[in-house]
């Protein structure tokens, strides 16, 4: 008798187990979104007039010191 009640503990600890393992579809979908706009946020920022001049100051004074 015990071990049969020791098979299906050992059986539902793998199903438990595995149910919770990974991420499902909508994880999925949520973290592409999040993916998705911080990229449009960071594209943005990097696209913007003083981001954009910064960079482009900072890539002169380094090709002068050269």
Same mark, same amino acid.
């Given at each position: 008798? /015990?071990? *049969?009640?020791?098979?299906?503990? =050992? +059986?539902?600890?793998?199903?438990?187990? #595995?149910? !919770?393992?990974?991420? $499902?579809?909508?994880?999925?979908?949520? /973290?592409? *979104?999040?993916?998705?706009?911080? =990229? +449009?946020?960071?594209?943005?920022?990097? #696209?913007? !007039?003083?981001?954009? $001049?910064?960079?482009?100051?900072?890539?002169?004074?380094?090709?002068?010191?050269?």
């Amino acid at each position: 008798m /015990g071990f *049969v009640i020791q098979f299906f503990i =050992a +059986v539902a600890g793998r199903f438990r187990a #595995r149910a !919770d393992s990974g991420m $499902s579809t909508a994880e999925y979908a949520v /973290g592409t *979104v999040a993916a998705v706009a911080f =990229a +449009v946020v960071l594209y943005k920022v990097v #696209r913007s !007039d003083a981001v954009s $001049s910064a960079l482009s100051s900072l890539v002169e004074s380094a090709l002068h010191a050269i």
